[in-house]
């Protein structure tokens, strides 16, 4: 086995911890590395975490290294490489007496949890780690725990994979081609209803979505409501948000990270803008990443946006950065 790799899952006991965890110890994530585990939990739930490791022992990853769980955040960052955000309150649940519906809900019951955990990370993850928040609101959530890491060396990221595969699946089927044959599927903007999936620069076996979809009705009142709303309709379908879906987007999202992007190519996820594209400075932005060889994550700066995109996309900044102001009382 060549090297380690220590991953932090927060939320583990949670469902989408559920199809994730086995991944990142299959031997395909991480490839030939070993996988040391650290699961956290919040105190009234984390002795059920006894039971995951009785599963994974019993499941037979021979790329599995240690596995802890633990309620105790700070003590589980130590030398972490990749931290897996995952714990906060989704959205189709019934919270305090109120069902949560909205994104916006989440925002004040959601936020507080990064302070903590950014701090921890800041202080005690890796200097090179890498930061996946998956739980919503994703992106504000990662603006929070990066300003409260306060590390420029490590990369704080939230999760626009789904949406992007999401999106894909759309065009898959709209232009009737193997979703393998999809690549370039850019999310501009939020992990919410604003954001904007861009048919015009995605690539269809090569070509881009602006020269074979030549239909600007289905692209406004099909595909990008559909890619918005997807997760909404998940929850109305099922009672209970994306999970496997939003594991894999996970692991796609790890795995993008872990190697090199193809020449030309790049993929989906939010990090801090550094004005790339009009974006505000900090803001946590749904941006085309490239993985370069020496491991490096970076805006891909050049895809043009037609007026249309640059209009759509607009709406998902100002969103951001209303977003932003509604949790300045956590910023230090
Ligand atoms: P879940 O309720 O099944 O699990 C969440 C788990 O997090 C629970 O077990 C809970 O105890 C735990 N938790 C809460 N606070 C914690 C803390 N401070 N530290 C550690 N653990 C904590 O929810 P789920 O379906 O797994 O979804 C998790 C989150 O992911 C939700 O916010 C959901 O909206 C979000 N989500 C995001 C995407 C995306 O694309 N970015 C997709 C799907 C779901
Ligand atoms: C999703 O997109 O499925 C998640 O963000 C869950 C949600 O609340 O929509």
Known sequence: ??????????????????????????????????????????????????????????????????VNYTDNFKEASKDGDWFLLV??????????????????????????????????????????AKILVVGNPANTNAFIGKNAANKDSQLWMAMTMLDSNRAKSV??????????EITNMIIWGNHSPTMYPDSENVLINGETGSSLINDMSWIESEFIPSVQQRGKAVIDARGASSATSAAKAAIDT?????????SGGCFSA??????????????????????????????????????FAKSKFQISIDELLEEKEAVKHLMK
């Open 1 to 66: 086995m060549s090297s380690s790799v220590k991953v932090v899952v927060t939320g583990a006991a949670g469902q989408i911890a559920y199809s994730l965890i086995p991944r990142l110890v299959d031997g395909r994530t991480f490839g030939n590395k070993k996988v040391d585990l650290t699961l956290v939990e919040i105190p009234q739930v984390v002795d059920k975490l006894k039971g995951l490791v009785m599963e994974l022992e019993d499941s037979y990853f021979p790329n599995m290294g240690e």
């Open 87 to 128: 714990g906060s309150i989704p959205r189709g649940i019934v919270y305090n007496g109120k069902k949560i519906e909205e994104r916006s809900d989440l925002l004040s019951i959601n936020g507080g949890i990064f302070v903590d955990q950014g701090k921890a990370i800041g202080e005690h993850g890796k200097d090179d």
């Open 171 to 180: 065009i898959s089927k709209k232009t009737n081609t193997n979703i393998s």
């Open 254 to 262: 790890v795995v993008a990270c872990e190697n090199p992007t193809p």
């Open 270 to 307: 939010a990090i801090a803008s550094d004005g790339s594209y009009g974006v505000p400075e900090g803001l946590i932005c749904g941006y085309p990443l490239m993985t370069l060889a020496d491991g490096t994550v970076e805006i891909k700066r050049d895809i043009t946006l037609s007026d």
